[in-house]
């Protein structure tokens, strides 16, 4: 039963740029979150699709956008980058609406502005 | 704004010595508060949770103490072990329907041997 997979796993990139981060869900699961972890803190919440459409957003600019695709999986593109966006990009899949908090966490995208 | 506070920072306890890791809430329609622990190059897993309609859960050698009128719960690690060495969170989440995580800033755990 394969987990939650993400890709890449590490990327580099320079102000300004856009970066498109990708995300499996654990089998079975439906709901897709994006967290971001800045080195030395917890994750912070981005966003979170379910059913193809963004249900919440946390304090994050538009520069931040997400889509979710019909077989669950889920893009993470930022644009415009900037130094502090530099950090890693986790994303966590769950089943539906049920608030189990048993949020699965994949690896990471580890981003890294220049 | 911080709505989940964590400590300490950093934590080193001797092998078979209990570890203790405090959170304090301030949204009191938090209705949800899991641990996470997270090894260097891997995402958080869930280590254990509570409701607050309990206020103690013990699984294996991981326990959570909740006192919901000082709005604080605090994760006790006993027998900790070498491979207890990780980063641990707090986090917090309120009402039904879709879980959105508030996480504290984390406590590095070493456990010496």
């Known amino acids: 039963d394969a987990g939650v997979t993400q890709s890449p796993t590490h990327l580099i990139k320079t102000r300004g740029q856009q970066v498109t981060l990708r995300c499996s869900p654990k089998s079975g699961h439906d709901t897709v979150s994006w967290y971001q972890q800045a080195l030395g803190q917890g994750p912070q919440f981005i966003f979170q699709y379910y059913e193809e459409e963004e249900r919440q957003r946390g304090n994050f600019p538009d520069r931040f956008s997400g889509h979710q695709f019909p077989n669950y999986s889920s893009e993470l593109n930022v644009n415009a980058l900037l130094l502090g966006d530099s950090a890693l990009y986790l994303c966590a899949s769950s089943f539906g609406t049920l608030n189990t908090g048993e949020l699965f966490f994949g690896e990471g995208s580890r981003l890294t502005v220049l | 704004q911080q709505q989940v506070k964590q400590s300490p920072q950093s934590l080193i306890v001797q092998k078979g010595g209990i570890s203790i890791i405090n959170c304090a809430y301030e949204?009191?329609?938090?209705?949800?508060f899991p641990w996470y622990q997270q090894f260097p190059g891997k995402g958080p897993a869930l280590l254990i949770a509570i409701r607050p309609d309990v206020s103690e859960k013990k699984e294996g050698r991981f326990t959570i103490s909740f006192n919901k009128s000082a709005k604080q719960f605090s994760l006790h690690i006993m027998d900790s072990q070498p491979g207890d060495s990780a980063t641990y969170f707090c986090?917090?989440?309120?009402?039904?329907?879709?879980?959105?995580?508030?996480f504290g800033t984390g406590t590095r755990l070493l456990v010496s041997p």
């Open positions: 986090a917090a989440s309120k009402g039904t329907g879709f879980q959105k995580l508030v």
């Open positions: 949204n009191t329609a938090f209705d949800y």
